[in-house]
Antibody, heavy 123, light 108 residues
Framework: EVQLVESGGGSVRPGGSLRLSCAAS????????MNWVRQAPGRGLEWVGR??????????DYAAPVKGRFTISRDDSKNTLFLQMNSLTTEDTAVYFC??????????????WGQGTLVTVSP | SYVLTQPPSVSVAPGQTARITCGGN??????VHWYQQKPGQAPVLVVY???DRPSGIPERFSGSNSGNTATLTISRVEAGDEADYYC???????????FGEGTKLTVL
């Protein structure tokens, strides 16, 4: 059974930093493309970014609102995905989900999701 | 970047059919995926590649996609289908995932 468990959320002041983790099990993590998606309170889903598998160059892509401030990384030896968030603003307050990515060459979708971890940025 | 437009809300009586639309420029040329999210829970993939269902998703959930509109159809709606539904496509030019704004399905 695929399991994704996020951790590391909490409260932080604007301008601060936070590092989220996503522990994966039930599949070959090193082969997986992994995403972060966030959801602000009462709002919709917003894709944050993705890291591809090492076999695909471990390429990283980010949404415009977080590019340059957030960094996605992975530790395949520990089956863990990370999201390093710097220069946080109140606009980054959200539940952060990690999710696996299935891509067929012509499209990609997110087939498994964790339960999320809440990040609150407030003065 | 590519924009997906969904109605904020759809209401339907139990046993009836709910149709949730997702609009986008020539969306029929893309593959559309749909997620269901209940309050306090993670999203769940209910339809992928326009019309396919992951294992465990009831046949009552179906999808279609043509022209500028994709549609998620839920037949014989049940109270347990009440949730937010999001469409999603892949923007191949940026290699980004794009979500619609979401539609709240209310079962009357």
């Amino acid at each position: 059974e695929v399991q994704l468990v996020e951790s590391g959320g909490g409260s932080v002041r604007p301008g601060g930093s936070l590092r989220l983790s996503c522990a994966a099990s039930g599949f070959t993590f090193s082969d997986a493309w992994m995403n972060w998606v966030r959801q602000a309170p009462g709002r919709g889903l917003e894709w944050v970014g993705r890291v591809k598998a090492k076999s695909s160059g471990e390429t990283r892509d980010y949404a415009a609102p977080v590019k340059g401030r957030f960094t996605i990384s992975r530790d395949d030896s520990k089956n863990t995905l990370f999201l390093q968030m710097n220069s946080l603003t109140t606009e980054d307050t959200a539940v952060y989900f990690c999710a696996t990515d299935y891509c067929s060459g012509t499209t990609c979708y997110l087939n498994y999701w964790g339960q999320g971890t809440l990040v609150t940025v407030s003065p | 970047s590519y924009v997906l437009t969904q109605p904020p809300s759809v209401s339907v009586a139990p046993g009836q059919t709910a149709r949730i639309t997702c609009g986008g420029n020539n969306i029929g040329s893309k593959s559309v995926h749909w997620y269901q999210q209940k309050p306090g829970q993670a999203p769940v993939l209910v339809v992928y590649d326009d019309r396919d269902r992951p294992s465990g998703i009831p046949e009552r959930f179906s999808g279609s996609n043509s022209g500028n509109t994709a549609t998620l159809t839920i037949s014989r709606v049940e109270a347990g289908d009440e949730a937010d539904y999001y469409c999603q496509v892949w923007d191949f030019r940026n290699d980004h995932v794009i979500f619609g704004e979401g539609t709240k399905l209310t079962v009357l």
